[in-house]
């Protein structure tokens, strides 16, 4: 990281994976082109998991090439009189892999749990119903930077 002064501790990095809401997985096709697509995920014991369709650019993608980043934005706010703006955002480095059994169960566990608090007893039939058509990804991380830039109000 080029600008060590915005540097964010690994606590503070851990912290943005855990409460973020959404992220971007990127990707390289076999051809060398990037890909880069918005996701819901979860985070948990230093692994991140989305799901997805069974088929798809992503899925194809990974069986190219396993390794991905993953980027997650936490609050930002617009400094125009300093055209700066403050933010705090964490990458994560890692190799993807399709998970199966009771980690990928429980994973959708986790995923509902974290988007649909209120809902954990209606998430667990909608995992019923809609588990043969939907896959699960792992992100094994290898290193994470996070980044941010705050003021106090922040």
Not at 8 to 26: C, F, H, K, P
Not at 104 to 126: C, I, M, N, T
């Amino acid at each position: 990281m080029r600008r060590k002064d915005k540097a964010m501790d690994q606590n503070a990095a851990v912290r943005l994976l855990q409460t973020g809401e959404y992220g971007i997985l990127s990707t390289v096709d076999a051809q060398g082109q990037p890909y880069g697509v918005p996701l819901n995920y979860v985070f948990h014991d230093g692994c991140l998991y989305f799901h997805c369709a069974l088929e798809g650019q992503k899925l194809d993608n990974l069986l190219a090439n396993r390794r991905v980043s993953f980027c997650v934005v936490g609050r930002t706010r617009l400094l125009p009189d300093e055209f700066s703006t403050e933010f705090e955002s964490v990458i994560v480095f890692g190799e993807a892999s399709v998970v199966q059994g009771d980690e990928r169960l429980q994973a959708l566990v986790w995923l509902v749990e974290k988007y649909s608090p209120d809902f954990v007893e209606e998430g667990h039939k909608y995992i019923e119903r809609h588990d043969s058509r939907t896959m699960v990804v792992k992100i094994l991380m290898r290193s994470m930077t996070g980044k941010a830039k705050q003021s106090p109000k922040m």
